[in-house]
């Protein structure tokens, strides 16, 4: 099947035009986090502190690596289940956050936000992040260091297979992705 | 009389956990292939080629095929004439555990305080472990590192008798709907109907060892078990929650005997990483 290839930060001619459904190869730059890193940033925006990173056009990425082997940049690394960062997900998109990668459904508020802000919700296979990890070239820690793997890191990455489940029009591929097999196979 | 000493169970428990994570069984790679040629959606047959190759990678290189190395959760079948010598059998499995997720590099997925979440001191321990009695002298351990994904999705409801088997079903069609694609499809389904509240959960984890394909002996169960899988297969779900006619690769019924005014139903949800392994002592 043929994918789109996206470079993030993705640009917001290019974001605005992926579709729900729609699969890609994410090359560039992804930022992790997961539960413990949503939960401190969030506690450091309530204070009115910055972010350890400039969110602005990035993409997050919910992972929590196994620990890496002698020899590995990481180890395997495929998605988590996004729906536990829908909490702390709006006021990341209201503070310029373009993308996120994970797995699973998303809460109405996130793809109410999603839709203001014009951001895009990809899906990575989960269950595969022995194969997902050969698309990350680099990994460098840079906050939270003491939470281990829920720490974030700044990854490099090259042709990253996605599925785009909610695109910047609030299209929810969950849904339409099983209507549209439905319509076409079992209701016939 | 046997003995079997505590240093065995250690070494065997370690060696079990790493190959769970690494070597997704024979069962689980035939059913992907089974399904790669009846699934009918692109992006389904898609996502399987993706998982056989994840499968290949994670077993000759030897890493673990999904990062969520789970929680160990043991159902140990011990004969009632053999001896173990050394130690507690649950310090046993705790230390093989640990012994094996920390040589292994898979991860620590424990916290030790449910509200507070603070992390647990022993890698990736405490496990969970059932222990069951049986005639004899052999010590059978079988391991399962269980994803956190597919088992929050999971489910358990004390039905009215009067539900009956249109009830349990469409629970159990609701329940595997409702998950989506937070717990990983293609699923194996478990499920546990009867004994009490805390039994039926039992008895649905326990279904889940049975290999995929491996049908119930009492032919009405594998008569549901059979309708099920067709009817699950027909939401439409499909690998990943992306679509397609592969929403389930197999469902396992267990029963037992319960209250006269009780209907317990578990249904305990397991990803395609189904990651079981079996030893005997
Ligand atoms: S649900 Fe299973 S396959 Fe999915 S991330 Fe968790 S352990 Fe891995």
């Known amino acids: ?188 | 009389m046997k003995i079997i000493t505590y240093g065995e169970i250690v070494e065997q428990v370690a060696k079990m956990c790493q190959e769970a994570n690494f070597d997704l069984g024979q069962d689980v790679v035939e059913a992907f292939q089974n399904a790669l040629k009846t699934e009918k959606s692109e992006t389904g047959k898609d996502i399987l080629e993706q998982l056989i190759q994840n499968a290949d990678i994670a077993k000759s290189e030897r890493v673990p095929m999904c990062q969520d190395t789970g929680v160990s959760v043991f159902i140990v079948e011990i004969g009632q004439e053999c001896h173990i010598s050394g130690g507690s059998i649950y310090d046993a499995i705790n230390e093989g555990v640990k012994k094996g997720y920390e040589e292994g590099y898979l991860r620590h997925s424990i916290v030790d305080h449910p509200i507070s979440r603070e992390k647990s001191k022993g890698y990736n321990t405490p496990s969970i472990i059932h222990i069951e009695m049986i005639t004899g002298d052999e010590m059978i351990i079988h391991m399962s590192a269980k994803g956190g994904g597919s088992e929050n999705m999971s489910s358990l409801k004390m039905l009215k008798p009067s539900d009956g088997l249109e009830g349990i079903k469409e629970y159990i069609l609701d329940t595997v709907a409702k998950a989506g694609p937070n717990a990983c499809p293609p699923l194996v389904v478990g499920v546990g109907i009867g004994g009490n509240f805390e039994r039926c959960a039992y008895l649905a984890k326990k279904s889940l060892f049975r290999p995929i394909g491996h049908r119930s002996e009492r032919p009405e169960l594998a008569q549901l078990e059979n309708e099920l899988m067709e009817e699950i297969n027909k939401l439409g779900i499909g690998p990943q929650g992306m679509g397609g006619n592969t929403t389930a690769l197999d469902v396992k019924i267990e029963i037992e005997p319960c209250h006269i005014a009780a209907l317990p139903v578990a249904i305990n949800l397991n990803c395609h990483a189904s990651r079981h392994k079996e030893v005997r002592l």
């Open chain 1, 1 to 188: 099947m043929s994918a789109t290839k996206v470079t993030s930060p993705i640009e917001e001619n290019i974001l605005k035009n992926l579709e729900a459904g729609e699969r890609v190869l994410i090359s560039g730059t992804i930022y992790t986090a997961r539960d413990a890193a949503h939960k401190r940033m969030s506690e450091a925006l309530e204070k009115g502190e910055d972010l350890p990173f400039d969110i602005k056009g990035q993409t997050i990425y919910y992972v929590g690596p196994t620990p890496a082997k002698p020899g590995q940049i990481i180890g395997s690394a495929g998605p988590t289940t996004s729906g536990r960062m829908d909490k702390y997900t709006p006021s990341l998109l209201d503070r310029g956050l373009k993308g996120m990668i994970g797995k699973g459904y998303r809460s109405q508020e996130v793809i109410d936000s999603m839709k203001k802000n014009k951001a895009v919700y990809f899906a990575a296979i989960g269950g595969s992040g022995a194969l997902i990890t050969r698309s990350i070239k680099t990994m460098e820690v840079i906050a939270y260091e003491d939470l281990g793997p829920e720490a974030i890191y700044k990854l490099t990455v090259e042709d990253f297979p996605a599925v785009v489940i909610i695109d910047s029009n609030g299209a929810d591929w969950y849904q339409l992705g099983k209507q549209q097999f439905n319509d076409q196979h079992t209701r016939q």
